[in-house]
């Protein structure tokens, strides 16, 4: 099976329940893991669109699991207690779309260059680290189920009127030139209240960002071709 055949397939699901999700609950936190997200999301904004449902402040691609990664690499690098450690993790959701920025991790640990390439291209491929573990057996299951779990937990604080929740998300963007992008988003009681900028960034950092936009562009783009040809 081919990447587009996986496409294809992926797409046509999330396009149906998506019909169904405008119909049977237009208003419901629409949490995307399905992947790939950085088209699934646009697929599923191009669907509510069509149905006259769209709300962008209630449609999130779901990058906690990276965030995760990037928490539990950086705090077995700086030997820092896991639960201690923040790392915005930006851009999209697969390959070098994953954009840690490890330069505005706390704790502080002041590592060198070249951890912190290591640490950020283990965050990007720690998905595909999964799929060659598991050898066809699937991907990440008991770590994407932690990762929804908290991704579900922080959107129902928000609802419930919990103040300064914040996680990043997938979400419909102006912080880029691109339509949708993860960056810190602040949730509330109808979805996301405020998309954060991605404040200061390394040299190599701003590389990514620079490399990513390309890839992340034309994803976002296949997901809304297929959503209104087919
Ligand atoms: N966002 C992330 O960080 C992240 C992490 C892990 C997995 N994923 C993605 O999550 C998705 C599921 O992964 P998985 O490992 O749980 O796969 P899986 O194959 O174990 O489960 C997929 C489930 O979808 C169901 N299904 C198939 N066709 C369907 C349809 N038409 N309508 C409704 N349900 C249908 C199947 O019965 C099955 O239960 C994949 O797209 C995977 O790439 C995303
Ligand atoms: O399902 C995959 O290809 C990987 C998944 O998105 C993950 O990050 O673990």
């Known amino acids: 099976m081919t990447r587009d055949d996986l496409f294809n ?28 997200v950085n088209s ?3 697929i599923a904004a191009e669907v509510f669109k069509k149905a006259g449902t769209y709300d962008e402040k209630k449609l ?3 990058t906690t699991l990276d965030v995760v990664r990037a928490k539990t690499f950086y705090a077995g690098k700086a030997k820092v207690p896991v639960e201690e450690v923040n790392v915005p993790v930006v851009g999209g959701h697969a390959g070098i779309t994953i954009l840690p920025l490890f330069s505005q991790a706390t704790p502080k640990a002041n590592l060198p260059d070249e951890d ?3 640490l950020t291209k283990r965050t990007q491929d720690g998905g595909t ?19 929804g779990a908290l991704f579900a937990d922080a959107c129902l604080k928000g609802l419930n009127g919990v103040p300064d929740v914040v996680e990043c998300s997938f979400v419909q963007s ?8 993860a960056s810190k988003v602040k949730l509330g009681k109808n979805g996301v209240d405020e998309v954060f900028g ?23 783009e296949k997901g809304i071709k297929f959503a209104n040809q087919s």
């Open 129 to 147: 680290e999964v799929v060659e573990a598991k050898a066809g057996k699937g991907s990440a299951t008991l770590s994407m189920a932690y990762a």
């Open 198 to 220: 991605l404040g200061p960034l390394s040299d190599y950092e701003k590389q990514g960002l620079e490399s990513l936009i390309p890839e992340l562009k034309a994803s976002i």
């Open 40 to 42: 699934t999301v646009p």
């Open 60 to 62: 999130f691609g779901v």
């Open 116 to 118: 912190i390439k290591a």
């Open 174 to 181: 102006s912080i880029t030139e691109l339509p949708f992008f």
């Open 9 to 36: 397939i992926n797409a046509g699901i999330v396009k149906s329940l998506c019909t169904a999700i405008a119909k049977y609950c237009p208003n419901a936190l629409v949490n995307m893991i399905s992947n790939p």
